[in-house]
């Protein structure tokens, strides 16, 4: 019984938490005026979306960092990965916590230094 009632907390929890923001995201983005209570003109901010001139741009832009991220993660990630795995290094769980590292930065703190 114990275990029922923590499985369906979390699943509250996580649709608290997760779901729920996301759906009014989507939302948002389906109605524009979602949050003054309107249904109304769906989809409506895609024409002017895809009419604004600088969206090639800023696609263009977005993919180029997209593709640059990739390649610079792969180049660094791909010879440490490598060494890591089958190589004997010395303090082996050192390397294993600095290889961590970028996954427990928190995505604000990555945001902000991006600015």
Same mark, same amino acid.
């Given at each position: 019984?114990?275990?029922?009632?923590?499985?369906?907390?979390?699943?509250?929890? #996580?649709?608290?938490? !997760?779901?729920?923001?996301? !759906?009014?995201?989507?939302?948002?983005? +389906? =109605?524009?005026? =979602?949050?003054?209570?309107? *249904? @109304?003109?769906?989809?409506?901010? !895609?024409?002017?979306? &895809?009419?604004?001139?600088?969206? $090639?741009? %800023?696609?263009? @832009?977005?993919?180029? +960092?997209?593709?640059?991220?990739? &390649? !610079?993660?792969? %180049? +660094? @990630?791909?010879? &440490?990965?490598? &060494?890591?795995?089958? =190589?004997? *290094?010395?303090? $082996?769980? #050192?390397?294993? #916590? *600095?290889?961590? /590292? $970028?996954?427990?930065?928190?995505?604000? /703190?990555?945001?902000?230094?991006? %600015?």
């Amino acid at each position: 019984m114990k275990q029922t009632f923590l499985s369906g907390a979390t699943l509250a929890a #996580l649709v608290m938490l !997760v779901a729920l923001p996301l !759906v009014f995201i989507l939302l948002q983005a +389906i =109605f524009p005026h =979602f949050s003054a209570g309107s *249904l @109304g003109d769906a989809f409506g901010g !895609v024409s002017a979306l &895809l009419a604004d001139p600088q969206l $090639p741009a %800023m696609l263009g @832009g977005t993919l180029w +960092i997209a593709a640059g991220v990739a &390649l !610079v993660s792969v %180049m +660094i @990630g791909l010879p &440490l990965g490598i &060494l890591r795995g089958m =190589f004997s *290094l010395p303090l $082996p769980r #050192l390397w294993d #916590l *600095l290889f961590l /590292i $970028p996954f427990l930065t928190p995505p604000y /703190i990555s945001a902000l230094s991006w %600015m």
